[in-house]
């Protein structure tokens, strides 16, 4: 929540906080995993883990604008796969590797902005009829062009992006983190930030100040067109290769991050930080499962489980259930 | 048995932080028209969901036909013969107009509970004859105008056989002859045998179809009169609370050249071939009833709801305004009609609220700058004097005259020559008002040009310098401040010459 | 009528009368078009297994329509049908004597138990709808893969008594088409002469009036799901038992051709209206396009991206008409 509007500073209040409890969770998280394996805490494979969840974490961040604004995006999952599946396609028809991933990030930009353009033109259609369809026609577009196949074999510089050190530091990381912190300042200490969150708590009143709403729907969803184009990148690198089956689920994961870090759905509420300590608390619990072997579908049940309990807990208080019920209502006339 | 149908006794009811009626009373005679009056947050709507069921009160008792009765939710108070019409029609636009009016009652089959729609639209149909509409009951409400939508409504009391029905603001949104028919109808109703409660701003409402009068003032309970057992004069004062003469410490402001010229404006649908100047230093009286399309011309001018025909001049240049942030940068600033949906972010404190629209300026690029941020906003608030400890309280906290100051408040961040503010009184107490009245005149006299769009003529006929009538789109009056009169305006805003009953002339009423 | 109402309400009727008999003669042109470029389109054989994997889209169609129409949508009934398919086909596997109908009650059962689990989450947790059902969705995929253990249910594994419920028929007609034929009188009876099916229409249209009117919205809210549920339960066993195999990624994306259906027949994706006969005509339309394409050639992995491009066409081409309608009345009015 914004809050810290008064000066005032009480130890409550600031411990009460909803990311010191996703602190105390992570932590839990840990205490399990470490008792189920004990090949779990160990730096090295701790660290190295980092490297198999952080990839979709990059669209954890303009996912958390776009939360805030009171929408959503679905297509994010079907964006990695089609960029992915271009750059790859392109690759192996000749186009230099270097280029393929400038035209890998072109891709998601593009998709990102017709997201954005089609629900900011057609105010008539909520951002979850919009992105429905978009996550169903981009992916489409992936299978028209590879079909059943898998396209791959890069050069070896591509595979640094997915699997490569600086320092001791994976590479995926730094670039999380350089990204994190963007984002963060973003956010929080600008003025587009600002504006982001006077639009998730009230378009209208927004509107009424000069704020641009429209325009800044657009940057927000073509950014997340963008950071899906990231993903692409550092997945397939990591995989080696790919296809059009690829990130499936991945807007699951996603969105349970951002949920679970407090932002809320009704809105005009919720920090980076507390997205990027969800980021880590999903990741390792995905991990540490992963060490005893549970299987891929089963996982998707504790995931799917979070993100309902994330949104469902914050509500059973009354006064903020009242909130999103009218914020719901109020959701379906969509300001611009 | 009593001889009043309704009665209600030291009705008290409080929110968290105000007291929206404070013994109260009330009587209603069977098959009596009873307008109730009183200005905007003087508690009748609180009062009216008290005797819907929507509300509870306190304290104080209620009596139907002399029983006592405790109504703890809306449909209480249907099954006893209560219902209300709102100003804003809730309806279901997707569903048929038998559905909407049996919406809650419906006829069901005995047994098997089957919709006997041939039943419920043949009684629709006769219930919407008998109120003279000419719609067959198979329409869809969404498709039916305000009016048309006003007449379902009544159908629906009729169809609870509803024996007290209450009309708030029913012909704020109605033409002329809409309101003819409503007048017709209402006396009907009276003929047999129902009572009706209904709120107006109008005096000539009032005066045609009602036969008493109570005033309701800061929540209280002031008197109830016989309509013609009372004076214009005292019925103001009774509303009103002071000499009007207090109310509106007004100084006369140098006016100087044309800041904003209007050629021609207009929207499809809504506005048509509106006309006008504004200089620097005046105030501009925008008025007519609701509806008549006054805040629609603002919106257009601030570039919420461009306009598609015409012409804006601002200073001598032509300009096209088509969002607000454009309006903005050409020194139009607007204060919005609903300040708590269109105006503020209750949930924000007052020094982000007061920021929102001027953010480039105070920040470097992009970067926020915190200090420069508390700096204007402490400045701007103590400017218009709002009450409170912190300027980092939530504008939630407080109460109606102050949120209106903050939103005052923020139209001074930017550089605006032209201000135009939307009925910068209602719902805000008596006392906060004042000191209102006081901000807008020191804006008038800073050099702004003030458009004010106002429904309370008290408020229109002291602070303009000049004062605009529309009706149904158009401008149909432009009447010098000095020289206007109530019964000038009204004229001009119903084009009911017989209204000469209604009004004194401002020197009459003490001005 | 007033003018100005006369003149929305004929734009407004003439299209809606518009869209069902260009939906009529669009189905029409398009069969033909099909059958000249391959005859075997309009063979018994072919026309049978359309018509029958219609009949299971409809069946579907009719629950979403109602979750739709009050404002919300449910990516989970792919899920929701492979899970009840697959406990259906485990049970049946277990117990070989087991009637048939019983089967497809048990279906019923576990779709009914999904969608009020659903139900509540969204009605009483204020979960949004597109967050709920999508983490059910894959909620319910998890539970299916840990049911069957992983493992496919194949033909060999099922009774002939189940397998019969997909390919036997009742007087002359097959069942499947029986029983989405009494599936869609059942529920056409329900939403236009019963009181909560009203109410659906009532809360999708204005939630607030709806309130005020004493209508439990949340009530309302979960028995959608809940029949959705079921519904999805009952696709569920015919599905398996027509395909004669129950799988993990059974009727995976299914949920998308259901709204695809769903809003070529008219549905308003923002909520408040839909009918019944429009939902019929666009389950025949996407159960002939799935069917025809590729009879004419047309590469399976084209259907993904045709599919959203239909979607996205028509709910742009709703708004764009709706659009007209009210810029029309709006210039009727005399200012």
Known sequence: MENLNKKSFSLKTFFLQWEWLLVLLFILVNIINTSLSPYYLDFNSLRDATMTFLDKAFMVFPMVFIIILRDIDISVASIVALASVIMAHLYTLGVPMELAVVICLAVGAICGLINGLLIVKFKELSAVIVTLSTMIIYRGIAYIILEDQSAGSFPEWFGFLGWGYIFGIPFILIAFVVMAVIFGLLLHKTTFGRRVYAIGNNPTAARFSGVQVEKIKIIVFTLAGIMAAITALFLTSRMGSTRPNVATGYELDVIAMVVLGGISTAGGKGRMLGAIIAVFLIGFLRNGLGLINMPAQVLMIIIGLLLIFAVMVPNLKPKAKAKTKSAKTKSQQIAG | ?511 | MSEIATKKVSLSAGIARFREVGLLGFIILLSILVQLRNPSFLTFENLNDMITNTAILSILAIGMMLVIITGGIDLSIGATLALSGMIAALTVGAYPNLNPFLAILLGILVGIVSGGILGVIISKGGVLPIIATLGMMYIFRGLTFMVSGGKWVSAHQMPASFKGIATGSFLGINNLIFIAVITYLIFFYFINHTRTGRQIYAVGSNPDSAKISGINHDRIIWLVYTLMGGLSGLAGVLWVSKFASAQGDTASGYELTVIAACVLGGVNIAGGSGKISGLILGSILIGILNNALPLINVSPFWQMGIQGSIILIAVVLNALVKRGVDLNALMRRKI
């Not at chain 2, 002329?176 to 409402?205: A, C, M, P, Q, W």
């Not at chain 2, 106002?454 to 009447?479: F, K, N, Q, W, Y």
Request: overall charge negative.
């Open chain 2, 1 to 511: 048995m009593s001889e009043f149908v309704l009665e209600l006794r030291g009705i008290t009811k409080t929110f968290p932080g105000v007291k929206a009626l404070d013994n109260v009373h009330f009587q209603l005679k069977p098959g009596e028209i009873h307008a109730l009056m009183g200005e905007n947050g003087a508690g009748k709507s609180t009062f009216i969901k008290v005797i819907t069921g929507v509300h509870q009160p306190d304290e104080g008792e209620m009596y139907l036909n002399g029983q006592k009765v405790e109504l703890r939710n809306p449909m209480e108070a249907k099954n006893m013969g209560i219902a209300a019409i709102y100003q804003h029609v809730t309806c279901f636009p997707d569903l048929n107009v038998t559905e909407n009016i049996f919406m809650g009652h419906e006829k069901l089959q005995q047994g098997t509970r089957r919709i006997l729609w041939k039943e419920m639209h043949t009684e629709a149909n006769k219930l919407l004859k008998e109120l003279g509409a000419n719609f067959d009951a198979k329409a869809m409400m969404g498709t039916l105008s305000v009016a048309e939508q006003q007449i379902v409504e009544i159908a629906k009391a009729l169809s609870t056989n509803a024996k007290i029905i209450i009309m708030d603001e029913p012909t704020a949104a109605l033409t002329r002859n809409e309101s003819e028919e409503l007048y017709r109808i209402t006396e009907k109703l009276r003929d047999s045998g129902t009572s009706v409660i209904f709120i107006s701003h109008r005096f000539e409402d009032m005066y045609r179809l009602a036969s008493k009068v109570t005033v309701f003032r800061d929540s209280q309970y002031i008197g109830s009169w016989g309509v013609h057992d009372i004076s214009n004069e005292d019925l103001i004062v009774a509303m009103v609370g002071r000499e009007i003469k207090q109310l509106f410490p007004k100084t006369e402001a140098v006016i100087g050249e044309e800041v904003l010229s209007v050629v021609n404006l207009g929207r499809t649908g809504f506005f048509a071939g509106v006309s006008f100047k504004l200089r620097k230093g005046e105030i501009l009286g925008l008025t007519g009833l609701v509806g008549a399309g006054r805040s629609e011309v603002c919106q257009a001018l601030f570039g919420i709801e461009p306009a598609d025909k015409g012409k804006i001049l601002i200073k001598g240049q032509e300009t096209k305004i088509t969002s607000p942030l454009q309006a903005m940068k050409q020194g139009i600033g607007y204060l919005p009609e609903d300040r708590q949906q269109q105006g503020l972010i209750l949930s924000w404190g007052i020094d982000k609220n007061i920021t929102l629209p001027s953010l480039d300026r105070l920040s470097s690029k992009g970067w926020l700058n915190k200090k420069k941020e508390e700096e204007i906003a402490s400045s701007l608030s103590k400017k218009v004097s709002v009450k409170t400890p912190s300027i980092y309280n939530l504008v939630s906290s407080l109460s109606g005259g102050n949120q209106q100051k903050v939103a005052v408040a923020k139209l001074l961040t930017s550089d605006l020559d032209i201000i135009i503010l939307d009925e910068p009184t209602k719902g805000v107490d008596v006392g906060a008002k004042s000191a209102i009245y006081e901000i807008i005149s020191d804006l008038a006299c800073q050099g702004y040009g003030v458009i004010m769009v106002s429904s309370e003529m008290p408020e229109v006929l002291s602070m303009s310098d000049r004062i605009l009538v529309m009706r149904e789109g158009r401008i149909t009056a432009e009447i010098d401040g000095k020289l206007a009169t109530q019964e000038a305006i009204l004229e001009a805003a119903m084009n009911n010459k017989e209204i000469n009953v209604i009004g004194e002339s401002r020197e009459a009423a003490g001005l």
